[in-house]
């Protein structure tokens, strides 16, 4: 096996240049054809151009590309286990041996690239390879749905790092990481990656990490793109410093925070995890439980075996150079008052155990009391803080079905209904969509999954707000409705399918458009020359046979009730 080449990537940001030079690149860039990077993209230049990706320092070129999805290493023979590409539209203005300037959300260009590679990639060889799967409840498989097909690379000159506002004194580089860890005085550095608020169990464990291997602790929580429906970091980064200024020996821990955009998947991604710990200076690394899982796939099965990214980053934790500090699950021993790993306790001992489920639940549901072994009364609190009651939280109740169905009717009804219990509800049909936010788009496969990622998008930011939203809306393919599932957030998404069978549809279709597409007259039509792809688990299924729209309405009351949205 070959060795991890340059663990301690250099920075492709030069601070070293005059300000001048500088302003002067940016003067240049502006007269180059340009490509804005999505959110994700802008999260991997940053790690990319601070050597948090060492050996990376590009966009995947296609050897690159297709040997770490069928090995997980880079052409070189260097170990790197996730794919990071940089695909664009198929109207980019892309050509080889082109520089062309890449920009942020604001429109502010960020750096430039030399193609000198444009391929296509595989997403379902890509799927199935990298994340084990093709189900389109995994977030990044229902994502790459929307990813441009082809994939561009070339040497990067990075001319400004991202801007952040917030917590700029924890925004650590490698280099700086490395920097401060050196002061600690210890030789040993212990890695631990998280994406929820610290319980406990979590403090004890890392605690006692420190302590096996005498060494400090990063604590390196992500804060670019986790799952979705994760707790945000703004309130999770208010818990760690706290934690970490009151409970914690101050030479022996280092909080510095990383803006990478997750992948969940599983196994590799833990491989991945170390890795780039490793460029950050740590020698060990905690992995979990359950480590970087995006959760349970449509059938309600885990995605990944509890304990498999611990067994694999254990295999090539000589080459990478960072040693596994695996945990099991850590129960509470009531009797002794002590934390202890799950399976080094007897069969019949007495213990006391939240889920990191039952945790999110509570959150969600704000206001109620957990025991203090489990949490720190800190913790509970600053979650408190951002997340009201679940009855005062924001939902997304999202009608699924073929033209003429029932959608917009029983919407129409759950909406006067919900006002009822005293919620201000947002309409979304998806007739009236067409109309004022989607103008000018077609009925290809493109232009629909435009048309309803530009609704999830309006739903999640009313959701978000803690708004009520419900969207009616043909919604034909399960990758799009995933998608904005994710967006939402899945513990506060209700797809509903209204299940009527094409037949009934065509019956019941007073406007004739049905006619019109069997006719030939309308082309893409969903049902006739165009696939509907129903949900595989839907949060409901209504029938529309034998329960009229109302009594449809009033079962969608009870789900919401019976889950603590209504009171």
């Known amino acids: ?238 818990t760690y410093k706290v934690l970490a200024r009151k409970y914690y020996d101050q030479n022996r821990i280092l909080l510095s925070l990383l803006p990478l955009a997750m992948r969940l998947a599983g196994p590799r991604e833990a491989l991945w995890h170390a890795l780039i710990r490793r460029n950050y200076g740590a020698n060990h690394m905690i992995i979990g439980r359950d480590h ?19 067994e694999l980053v254990q295999s090539f934790a000589d080459e990478v150079g960072v040693k596994v500090l695996p945990f099991g699950e850590f129960v509470y021993l009531p009797e002794e008052e002590r934390y202890e790993d799950v399976r080094k306790i007897k069969q019949d001992a007495a213990t006391a155990q939240l889920s990191g489920t039952q945790a999110r639940e509570w959150y969600r549901e704000g206001g109620a009391e957990l025991p203090a072994w489990f949490v720190r009364p800190e913790v509970s609190e600053a979650i408190a803080t951002t997340y009201p009651p679940r009855h005062r939280q924001g939902f997304c109740v999202w009608f699924t079905g073929l033209s003429a169905s029932g959608k917009s009717t029983t919407a129409e009804i759950l909406t006067v209904l919900l006002q009822e219990f005293g919620r201000q509800v947002t309409l979304l049909d998806g007739d009236v969509v067409r109309h004022h936010l989607s103008r000018g788009l077609g009925f290809s496969k493109e232009d629909r999954d435009t048309n309803i990622r530009r609704i999830g998008f309006v739903a999640a930011e009313i959701v978000k707000h803690q708004g009520t939203v419900i969207c009616a809306a043909v919604s034909p393919y399960r990758a799009a409705r995933n998608d904005v599932r994710n967006a939402v957030g899945a513990e506060r998404f209700i797809e509903v399918f209204v299940n009527t069978p094409l037949e009934e549809c065509e019956r019941r279709d007073v406007k004739g458009m049905y006619l019109k597409a069997r006719r030939g007259e309308l082309k893409n039509f969903t049902g006739v020359d165009d696939p509907y792809e129903p949900p595989v688990h839907p949060e409901l299924v209504l029938e529309t046979l034998n329960n009229t729209a109302e009594e449809n309405a009033r079962l969608i009351i009870d789900y919401l009730s019976d889950r603590g949205f209504l009171k």
């Open 292 to 310: 970087a899982s995006p959760g349970n796939d449509s059938s309600g099965k885990p995605f990944y075996p509890p304990y498999a990214a611990q």
């Open 1 to 238: 096996m070959s060795k991890l080449i340059s663990p301690f990537g250099g920075s492709l940001v030069d601070p070293t240049i005059p300000r001048e030079n500088l302003l002067e690149a940016l003067e240049r860039a502006k007269t180059l054809p340009s490509v804005h990077l999505s959110g994700r993209a802008i999260c991997d230049l940053e790690l990319l151009a601070t050597g948090a990706f060492s050996p990376l320092d590009r966009f995947m070129r296609s050897q690159d590309y297709d040997r770490v999805v069928a090995e997980m290493r880079l052409a070189n023979g260097a170990l790197f286990p996730i794919p990071v590409t940089l695909p664009v539209a198929d109207d980019a203005p892309v050509k080889l041996d082109r520089e062309i300037s890449l920009l942020d959300s604001r429109n502010e260009i960020v750096a430039t690239i030399t193609v000198d590679e444009i391929y296509e990639w595989d997403l379902v060889k890509t799927s199935h390879e990298v994340f084990g799967t093709n189900d389109e409840r995994h977030p990044l498989v229902a994502e790459m749905h929307r990813w441009g097909k082809r994939n561009i690379s070339g040497p990067l000159k990075v001319l400004r790092l991202p801007k952040h506002f917030d917590f700029r004194e924890l925004r650590l580089t490698p280099a700086q990481t490395r920097s401060q860890l050196e002061t600690r005085g210890f030789e040993n550095i212990v890695a631990f990656q998280t994406r929820n608020p610290l319980h406990r169990a979590h403090e004890e464990l890392t605690k006692r990490a420190i302590e096996e291997v005498n060494g400090v602790l990063l604590l390196h929580p992500v804060v670019g793109m986790t799952k979705p429906g994760d707790i945000d970091y703004f309130t999770r980064v208010r």
